[in-house]
């Protein structure tokens, strides 16, 4: 059973920088993607950043291309994502989630970490 674990939320102020945490196990992943979602309240989730766990290519949200960066580490089955000039509207809770290659949708989730921008 695939279990995603996400850490490294918390609040920091505009301009600042975050780095949050997607620990991965119960699978190879060799034919995975991952990615980050972040849900606003009120608002649906949307697509945050990705990224192929063999090859490493990647894919960003127009809304953070130059200001976060998406990465795995092989040998822990981490993902991460760093995020820098963070914007009040960066505020969310950003979700860690994974699909197989192959498949359009997102079948696992992690549960959740919240990141607030103070302004």
């Known amino acids: 059973q695939v279990q995603l674990v996400e850490s490294g939320g918390g609040l920091v102020q505009a301009g600042g920088s975050l780095r949050l945490s997607c620990a991965a196990s119960?699978?190879?992943?060799?034919?995975?993607?991952l990615g980050w979602f972040r849900q606003a309240p009120g608002k649906e989730r949307q697509f945050v950043a990705s990224?192929?766990?063999?090859?490493?290519?990647?894919d960003y949200a127009d809304s953070v291309k130059g200001r976060f960066t998406i990465s795995r580490d092989n040998a822990e089955n981490t993902v991460y994502l760093q995020m820098n000039s963070l914007k009040p509207e960066d505020t969310a809770v950003y979700y860690c989630?994974?699909?197989?290659?192959?498949?359009?949708?997102?079948?696992?989730w992690g549960q959740g970490t919240q990141v607030t921008v103070s302004s």
């Open positions: 989630a994974a699909r197989v290659i192959i498949t359009r949708s997102y079948s696992y």
């Open positions: 119960g699978r190879t992943f060799s034919s995975y993607i």
């Open positions: 990224i192929r766990w063999s090859g490493g290519s990647t």
